[in-house]
């Protein structure tokens, strides 16, 4: 990921151990394996991490070290310099944490503005190339998933996705606007999406941007090469090399929000439950409006696979496929995502009625 390739990455997978792995795993083996004198305080220091990993209990999410956390908030604030200046920062309190919210003012007058949720690990900063050209839409807000890395604060366990659904509706309950226009990326989509079934109080439109766990299931590639990535102790270049891959080859050494994403990954412990994937039945139960952006080149899903399933379903959404696009397909193609999203708003502006 470049700064134009910065989507999400690793969306939809559970940042931890797989539990099969984790009840066959003795840390000791590794120890008993140290034949090498020079391999022995890698291995240790290996198995510590293991050990800390596997003994973990807390039932929220949480930073494994204050140093860990120390690094995250400041690649966050770095990445968090590429976006406008917000006219707000909230922190807005629900049964489940506290949710850090950015509202930035728009260039037009409305009465709806937009909710971006960003996807796994990624949080707010990863909007930074989209917000300019969103903007001229109207308001928006931009919010950190409650239980991922970002300034969010879990404090209470979110065991299924009820709950995922409950905390988001608390959020957008708080706010002063009565509705909202939903943008959700990865799987930002899936919490849309699993918002708008449960909680449609709020959601005025829906647009899902590549979303993972709605139109298809994950690839079992994709799945086996995020298991290396979603464990702490592998070295970054292990995190890097996976989000390249989403991002399709892309680099992303040096780019802040990549770096934010990268210490995420490596000092976050997500205790969240696995996404249950939206049924085709439950996604035609839909009643408001719907937007689907999928990425023809994404490796979260299969593209075509993805826009059938949409077309199948949702047979009055608008579904456009971006060929080119990888995963990372909101800073590949911002000022696309914006159009559409723009002609949309106004395609469906005379079949919303007024709150």
Known sequence: MTDSTAGNHRAGLSGEPDARLASSFHPDDTLRRATKPGRSRRRRRVTEAVTRVLRSSSPVGHWDSAEGQDRFRSTYRAALRDLPKPAATLDVRTDYGLVRMYRFAGRTDTRVPLVLLPGRASASPVWADNLPSLLAIGDVYTVDLLGEPGMSIQDRPITGDDDQAAWLHQVLD???EESFHLVGLSIG?????NLALREPTHVETLTLI???????????????RSLP?????????????????TAGG????????????????????????????????RLATLDM???IIIAGQSVMHDPQT??????????????????DASHAINGEYPERI??????????????IPAN
């Open 289 to 291: 409006p719907v937007l």
């Open 189 to 193: 989509g899936w919490t849309a999406a």
């Open 174 to 176: 708080a706010l002063p």
């Open 229 to 245: 990535a979603s464990l702490p102790w592998p070295p970054k270049s292990w995190r890097d090399s996976f989000n390249s891959y």
């Open 210 to 224: 590549d979303p993972v766990y709605v139109l298809d299931d994950m690839p079992w590639e994709t799945i086996a």
């Open 250 to 281: 892309a680099p992303v050494e040096d780019v802040p929000v990549a770096q934010m994403i990268e210490a995420g990954m490596k000092h976050y412990a997500l205790k969240l439950p696995q996404p249950e994937r939206i049924s085709e039945d």
């Open 338 to 351: 914006a159009e559409d999203l723009a002609a949309f708003l106004t395609a469906h502006q005379a079949t």
């Open 306 to 323: 993805a826009a059938r399933t949409a077309e199948r379903a949702l047979p009055d959404a608008t579904v456009h496929t971006y060929e």
